[in-house]
């Protein structure tokens, strides 16, 4: 896996979590701050976007067994950032045209409060939930990287053991060698014990036939 990629995830959740909270607060900001608002949530969506291309092009040079894995989650990421982009559009078509408004405020104040409140409580309804899911989003991106963490240990765990298992199994095989080897010296001196005794056997019987041989001709001269 490339090494940059947990940390524009992390920049993107945090990107993505500033656009929701901007978001929001569209709804209850007026005149300038709203301009502001609207500038500063395009150009965090744009932020994102960047974001996303450098973790496809991070993913392009993971290496093949986890690409297909890496770029799932990218995909997931892009949904997400399509959909709060989709949510800022809708919040940004539902405001009030300051202009009209201003036209129109005499002859429609209770009306229009009314509407206004109806419309505030549905984009706090609206920044509740967006809230939630960026908080679920953050969450499940934490859960990930952890459990990535935690797989690349126990794969690291079981590549030291597999290690060990193969230098305990040379061992074993050198171990076996050396008792082959001890073995055939073992029967080797064996024999040579077995035929230096046959030797000695044979030496004391021919001298002990020597001896009877002189005795006999000794006393039969006699």
Request: aromatic share 4%.
């Amino acid at each position: 896996m490339a090494d940059l990629l947990p940390e524009f995830e992390q920049h993107f959740a945090t990107v993505t979590a500033e656009i929701t909270s901007k978001t929001c607060l569209l709804g209850t900001k007026d005149g300038a701050e709203r301009h502001v608002f609207i500038r500063d949530i395009e150009k965090l969506v744009g932020e994102a976007r960047e974001l996303l291309e450098s973790m496809e092009l991070e993913v392009r040079e993971a290496e093949p067994s986890l690409r297909e894995r890496l770029n799932t989650r990218v995909k997931s990421y892009e949904v997400e950032l399509n959909r709060l982009e989709d949510e800022y559009k809708r919040t940004k078509k539902s405001l009030p045209n300051e202009e009209a408004s201003r036209a129109d405020l005499f002859e429609a104040v209770s009306a229009g409060q009314s509407a206004h409140e109806e419309q505030r409580q549905r984009l706090l309804d609206d920044c509740d939930t967006l809230e939630h899911t960026s908080a679920r989003l953050t969450q499940g991106h934490r859960i990930a990287l952890e459990t990535e963490q935690i797989g690349a240990q126990i794969l690291n765990d079981l590549n030291g053991q597999r290690q060990t298992i193969s230098r305990a199994r040379q061992r074993l095989q050198e171990t076996d060698t050396d008792l082959d080897r001890s073995s055939r010296v073992l029967n080797t001196m064996l024999r040579r014990v077995l035929q230096n005794r046959f030797v000695l056997y044979t030496v004391v019987a021919l001298i002990v036939i020597v001896v009877i041989i002189a005795i006999y001709v000794m006393a039969t001269r006699h």
